[in-house]
């Protein structure tokens, strides 16, 4: 279909129209223009689209294309499984809308809320569910959803919901609704456990690729800059909080590893003056709903969390996404950075890296096919000249304004003699100090890495009793190690295995490559005998590897 196509092209109902142009959509994105004439056909569907590509509204319209104008619904007749709660009620909010105008019954059911809710709405009759695997799966067990009438199911963010552990719960919950039924399921990434799926549970489905868009006639990917600081630990808060300072994020969203990393870089900065708020899964809902009305209202400006409370997240005033800590799986960084630059407007991601984490970063580079700029973090005499520029900035706004004459008396009671200049210089001082931030004096070291320049002798032992000192010329060896994704390695766990146990430092070792179930790690060819006697001695995530050169690169 061709860029101009309009929602009534696609051959919607008029209800579904009327309530579009009141929420003032224009034209379909592509992954609507795709999905919804197969959908409205009835065919199943796989789709791979990012968050933020209007998912939403490609599988809700079609779903909604079937209710009958003022029937009442005793059981449902479509079910969408999410991953999180978070993105249960955007989803069911979304359809609600979207639906109004056919008077809709959208229901939400995630654990966290009164089960009594659930119970009564369930009831009175609903047309669409919206619910995370597990709640979905108790109200099964109870008997209190009733799958028989399912006629679509639709999976989003089915990847997310395979490394949240919910595998076993899509199979059991599919198992029991119509074999007639149509399938479809949206995913962000498509590994080998997604087509699984796919081909147990989707007949001939209409395959849809969608490349991480802004959304609107004129696609154009994300505005992010991507950067990045080298720092060591025990300066990480400090750094992320002097970067904060001079970024002056509207709303920024910070990745950690850990409930309690969560927890202690909150209570940090909001100790340097910042509105944070913590968001993991140790929360009860109430707790995490109250936090991102916060956000949302405008009244918190940092939302620090793990991964797994972030899932589903969507929330349209982020204008910074922050790694503390570097994700070893690139496909995690995609999904975080993709949170922000949307619509056109341009977001920012930043990543602190320990000086042993550089080589996840280069991974990320090399699978993304993107450039991560790394710089110094900002000296304080940056801050300060930023402060000063945004105190300029915010009084040049103020010259604008009507209301300015009110202060003249002021002025003439100050500068008797007319030393205007002077009272400005006061004023200005005086404003300054109110609105920017106390400066620490100390600047942050700069990690200044070890000598790497090839002139000099790099030795590492052959790891033989009385072997000799060999140099490295360059030249690197690919071994091939028995562990892999299923066995939940990361790219981190060989650098760690292979720097404790040899010579080598994590600068010498990579690129790393993880699949399912084996993974190649390049490190020097002096030292790759050393390397390959010395992890035959050690374990990694407590399994003792089978090591090797790489046959493959030994064929080329």
């Known amino acids: 279909m061709s860029d101009t196509t309009t929602f009534a092209d696609l051959g919607l109902r008029a209800e579904l129209l009327a309530a579009l142009s009141a929420l003032g959509y224009e034209e379909p994105t592509p992954i609507q223009r795709d999905a919804i004439p197969p959908m409205m056909e009835g065919r199943d569907v796989l789709g791979q689209a990012a968050t933020g590509t209007g998912k939403t509204a490609a599988f ?51 654990g966290g809320q009164p089960i009594g809710r659930q119970l009564g709405a369930l009831r009175d009759g609903v047309h ?72 147990r549970h989707l007949r001939e489905p ?83 709903d109250r936090v991102m009305g916060r956000l949302r209202a405008g009244t918190a400006e940092l939302l620090i ?10 929330v349209d005033v982020l204008t910074h996404v922050i790694n503390y800590d570097v994700p070893s799986d690139p496909d995690a960084y995609v999904h975080r950075i993709g949170r922000v630059g949307r619509a056109g407007r341009e977001g920012v991601a930043i990543t602190l890296a320990e000086p042993r984490e550089q080589r996840l970063l280069a991974n990320i580079e090399r699978a993304t096919s993107s450039a991560i700029a790394v710089e110094k973090v900002p000296s304080v005499a940056e801050l300060r000249a930023r402060q000063i520029e945004t105190t300029t900035e915010a009084v040049r706004r103020a010259l604008t304004s009507d209301d300015l004459t009110r202060y003249g008396a002021v002025v003439d009671e100050l500068a008797p ?25 100390a600047d942050i070291p700069e990690y200044v890495p ?63 490559r993880i699949t399912e179930r084996f993974s190649t790690v390049d490190v020097p060819e002096a030292a790759a005998d050393a390397v390959i006697a010395a992890i035959k001695q050690t374990t990694i995530k407590g399994k003792r590897p089978t090591i090797r050169r790489d046959r493959d690169q030994e064929r080329r």
């Not at 009442?72 to 105008?101: C, D, I, K, N």
């Not at 969390?305 to 969507?314: E, F, I, M, S, Y």
């Open 60 to 110: 809700a319209l079609p779903i909604l294309q079937r209710i009958e104008s003022g029937g009442s619904r005793a059981r449902p007749m479509a079910l969408v499984l999410v991953p999180t709660r978070e993105l249960a009620v955007q989803v069911s909010e979304a359809t609600w809308r979207y639906g109004r105008e056919l008077r809709a019954r959208v229901l939400p059911i995630y």
């Open 128 to 199: 669409v569910v919206v619910a995370t695997p597990g709640r979905a799966i108790d109200h099964i067990q109870r008997g209190t959803l009733a799958l028989g009438d399912v006629q679509v199911v639709v999976l989003d963010e089915a990847d997310e919901m395979l490394d949240m552990g919910f595998a076993e719960d899509i199979e059991a919950i599919l198992d029991v609704t119509p074999a007639d039924r149509q399938t479809v399921l949206f995913s962000a990434t498509l590994p080998p456990r997604i087509a699984t799926i796919a081909k």
């Open 206 to 288: 209409v395959r849809i690729t969608i490349e991480r868009t802004t959304g609107g006639p004129d696609e154009r990917p994300p505005l992010v800059r991507q950067r990045a600081f080298i720092v060591t630990r025990a300066h990480k808060s400090a750094a992320l909080g002097r970067i904060l300072d001079v970024e002056a994020p509207a709303a920024a969203l910070v990745f950690c590893r850990t409930r309690n990393e969560v927890d202690q870089l909150t209570e940090t900065m909001s100790g340097r003056g910042y509105r944070a708020e913590a968001l993991h899964g140790g929360m009860s809902q109430e707790q995490r």
């Open 305 to 314: 969390a793990t991964d797994v409370a972030a899932r589903g997240l969507d």
């Open 417 to 441: 003699d007319g030393d205007v200049r002077r009272v400005a210089e006061a004023a200005l001082k005086r404003f300054h100090e109110l609105r920017a931030a106390e400066v620490e004096e």
């Open 450 to 512: 070890r000598d790497d320049r090839p002139s000099r002798e790099r030795r590492h032992t052959t790891g033989k009793p009385g072997g000799r000192v060999q140099r490295s010329d360059g030249r690197k060896t690919r071994l091939f190690i028995g562990l892999g994704r299923s066995q939940g390695i990361r790219p981190g766990d060989l650098v760690g295995a292979i720097a404790n146990e040899s010579d080598l430092s994590g600068k010498d070792i990579g690129p790393i």
